[in-house]
């Protein structure tokens, strides 16, 4: 086994051990935290069964808003070293983990910020790049993780603008 396997191997492991630390209870596992490691895995699976289609199974011939592309940059082809990509990406997911811990943000937008993280993460890791292949006109080809990322993100802006407008209301 080559060093740089050995490395990546023991960095999935320990991001497995940090995540199962993150989750563990003592004796039982709240229904939020069941329900919330439930919804992550099957997220994770929904991208990893699509990027399997389309790319193993080569899927991508025959519909026409497929493109495959292999990403080793950021959103909207921004260029950044692989070491602060991984950087950002761990802190990504660690301001999740505590976001949904101090309860700012639901059991849905926690599952679909962390899965569409993890998994571009392990992408990277595992590849180089992130498998990207949904192509629609002139915007960016992106992947369901991707769109996982963007509907969390929505999520949390649509609702902390609605908090706001109700808390103008009430004021006197």
């Known amino acids: 086994m080559s060093s740089e396997n050995f490395i990546k191997e023991r960095f999935v492991f320990e991001t497995i051990l940090?995540?199962?630390?993150?989750?563990?209870?003592?004796?039982?596992?709240?229904?939020?935290?069941?329900?919330?490691?439930?919804?992550?895995?099957?997220?994770?699976?929904i991208d990893q069964l699509t990027k399997y289609f389309f790319y193993d199974l080569e899927i991508w011939n025959q519909i026409f808003f497929l493109e495959p592309l292999l990403n080793d940059w950021i959103s909207w082809w921004i260029s950044m070293p692989m070491v602060a990509i991984l950087c950002v990406s761990i802190a990504c997911v660690c301001l999740f983990i505590y976001l949904f811990h101090q309860k700012y943000i639901t059991t849905v937008e926690f599952a679909l910020l962390f899965a569409g993280t993890i998994w571009n993460l392990i992408d990277r890791i595992y590849l180089g790049w992130v498998r990207d292949f949904l192509s629609f006109g002139s915007f960016p080809v992106f992947n369901i993780a991707d769109s996982f990322l963007t509907c969390g993100v929505a999520w949390i802006c649509i609702?902390?603008?609605?908090?706001?407008?109700k808390k103008k209301k009430n004021l006197p």
Request: proline content about 0%.
């Open 18 to 45: 940090f995540i199962r630390k993150c989750f563990k209870v003592r004796f039982l596992m709240k229904k939020r935290r069941i329900i919330t490691l439930l919804l992550c895995i099957l997220l994770i699976w």
């Open 159 to 165: 609702k902390e603008i609605f908090h706001l407008q």
